[in-house]
């Protein structure tokens, strides 16, 4: 998720910028500057960030929060940084990483379960399939925390995280935690209304259906693991399927047709075994990310007529 709540260059004359970690009034958390994002992300590039900090309760994260809002910050959300690109030239204020927000509760009754943002949704699928719950065997392979899930709508093998959500509790920027339904989320393919809010996702609950063989779910969840592996490229750093599919045709079938497998700029490269893969192949930067991703929109738009909508999110300048 990426959260801009101001524009704002920050003022290290004010803030007192320094090369060592300090604390976060009010918090056990501490504020790191010039911190490297590269290996927060599976794509494995990226420049710093000027502030970053990681929460592990909601009190921290507001104090993060009203922190970079004194200092007049912009603020910068991560997740997992799995379908994310991050610019070279790093980014701007605080960087607020919800990966420690890690709590999961479950409802043997109801077959309901909430899972903190930081939970990563492979982890997940895993643990309600042993306990012999179906309705999640999809997610065993969306590289991506709860958070980031909820946000993007994240979805495979025909279903989608909206089939089975219950409710998601958010945070705004002046720290005010509200509760949201999925109709109020707006839910379409790979997309909701919290694209470009001003909420930060701090859990969310599911319903599930329990009760079943736990053999039975867990080889389930492990098939739809297999697949994915046997059709996509995990070998090399990724960010996962880089263009959403339009309606006529897959977006990875589109690109291969064009002859594109293998097409490589600087260390990027259109994965051969699935061409709606970008692999970082040979210490690529951000910036060679990019332009393949721009090279592949041009030749489909050419040639296809048809404008590819990118998946990856892209925070920073290129």
Known sequence: ???????????????????????????????????????LTSFR?????????????????QESLAWAQRHDLPITILGAGSNLLISDRGVPGLVLSTRYLKQTSFDSETGQFTASAGEPIPKLAWRVAKRGWKGFEWAVGIPGTVGGAVVMNAGAHQASLSDCLVQVRVMDTAGHILTLTPEMLRYSYRHSSLQGSNFIVLDATFALSPGHERAEVVAE??????????????????????????????????????????????????????????????????????????YVQAQVEEHWSLTLQPEVKFLGEF
């Open 221 to 294: 969840t492990n098939r739809n693991l297999q697949k994915r592996k046997q059709s996509q490229p995990y070998h090399l750093p990724s960010c996962g399927s880089v263009f959403r599919n339009p309606e006529s045709h897959a977006a990875g079938w589109l690109i291969e047709q064009l002859g594109l497998k293998g097409y490589q700029i600087g260390g990027a490269q259109v994965a051969h075994r699935h061409a709606n893969f970008i692999l970082n192949c040979d210490n690529a930067t951000a910036q060679d990310i990019f332009n393949v991703i721009r």
């Open 45 to 61: 590039v990226g420049g710093t960030a000027d502030w970053f900090v990681t929460p592990r309760t909601h009190h921290d994260l």
């Open 1 to 39: 998720m990426i959260l801009s709540c101001e524009t704002a260059r920050p003022n290290f004359a004010v803030l007192g910028h320094t090369p060592t970690a300090i604390p976060l009034p009010g918090s056990d958390c501490c504020l790191q500057p010039n911190f490297s994002l590269a290996e």
